[in-house]
């Protein structure tokens, strides 16, 4: 597949996010790197992580992903071949709440560049919402860093339609950067909130749109097909409730599509994703280069309409 064109931004790449939530957390420091290696020389380029990734292991001080990535990035020399994408704002160790003023997000750049030891963000993304700061702060800081050179360009994780509206007005109002991308969550099973609050919004204003939870915290792998095989997996309190009869006849049809394209569930629900209009790409995570080379396949999977309709039936909501 072609590489695709995040927004209105010169980011351009082939068409799968590798997710750095897992560095340093399911998998350790050495692991990490031979997946990033792997992760280039397939020819995929886009790694997307956070300042506070990961704060919620007990131990961690929140700083753990970033790091590893600057530690690849400098043994490896491979910035001009990739594009880093990292949020601010989001809860840390102690709890805090978003925070989104402008001193908080200056210092916070400085923070990460030199965890990932590079002098320039191709995409930082506004985490969670700060309802407490202004929209109008929030962008005078980004112009700021973007003037600096710290940061290229500016995205939106986890902010309200409305909230997303306003700041495209305001910057559009006040010559300040817009978002030119939103992270949303978004997969076969969790269709309906973007489907109904941000896709038209991403449509309309040019919006790259990269999806996390791509494969619903695993439920789409196939590895679980009840309740029974979640007891011993971390992400238990996330597959738990999705069981039901809708839930088992999205499996039941991935697996059969799975079977006649001769790729895994996980690729085909991938494949889905990507055959979306309004989605530029999804974010995958792996923990073994094996998975991560299935989930790669994804871009090369053509869907037929009949399995697309079919999916789409199986999911509808």
């Keep these: 597949m072609e590489k695709v064109k995040l ?13 750095g939530n897992v560095f340093g957390w399911t998998i350790d420091e050495k692991q990490s790197l031979t997946l990033l290696d792997a992760f280039v020389d397939m020819g995929f380029s886009l790694i997307d992580t956070s300042n506070n ?13 970033e790091m590893i990535i600057g530690n690849w990035i ?13 949020k601010v704002g989001g809860r840390r160790i102690d709890n805090s709440k ?12 400085e923070d990460s560049l030199k965890r990932l030891q590079v002098d320039t963000i191709d995409l ?28 290229k360009w500016i995205g939106a994780s986890n902010l309200s339609p409305e909230r ?3 700041s495209l007005n305001i910057a559009e109002k006040h010559s300040l950067p817009a978002y030119i991308a939103v992270q949303p969550e978004y997969n076969l099973y969790d269709r309906a909130k973007y489907e109904r609050q941000y896709e038209q919004l991403a449509l309309d204003n040019h919006l790259g749109v990269i999806s996390y939870y791509s494969l619903a915290s695993g439920f789409l792998s196939g590895k679980y097909r009840s309740i029974e095989d979640i ?4 992400r238990k309190e996330a597959l738990k409730h999705r069981f039901n009869d809708r839930g088992l006849h999205i499996l039941d049809t991935l697996a059969e599509i799975a079977h006649s394209q001769q790729k895994t569930m996980s690729a085909v629900a991938l494949a889905w994703i990507l055959h979306r209009p309004s989605i530029t790409a999804p974010i995958v995570s792996a923990t073994n280069v094996q998975q991560l080379e299935e989930l790669a396949k994804a871009v090369e999977i053509k869907l037929t309409p009949e399995e697309c309709f079919l999916l789409d039936k199986a999911s509808s909501y």
């Excluded at 400098?74 to 594009?83: F, G, H, L, S």
């Excluded at 969670?128 to 109008?136: A, M, N, Q, V």
């Excluded at 007891?231 to 971390?234: H, I, M, P, R, S």
């Design 7 to 19: 927004g209105n931004s010169e980011i351009q790449f082939k068409p799968i996010v590798f997710g």
């Design 53 to 65: 990734y990961s704060h919620w292991v007990p131990g961690h001080s929140g700083s753990e992903s």
């Design 74 to 86: 400098c043994k490896r020399d491979v910035r001009d071949k990739i594009q880093i994408a990292t």
């Design 98 to 109: 978003p925070n989104l003023k402008k001193k908080y997000i200056i210092k916070s750049v």
């Design 124 to 151: 930082y993304q506004s985490h969670h919402d700060d309802l407490t700061t202004d929209i109008d702060e929030t962008l005078e800081a980004y112009q700021h860093l973007i003037q600096t050179g710290k940061i």
């Design 164 to 166: 997303i509206r306003e």
């Design 231 to 234: 007891k011993e997996a971390k």
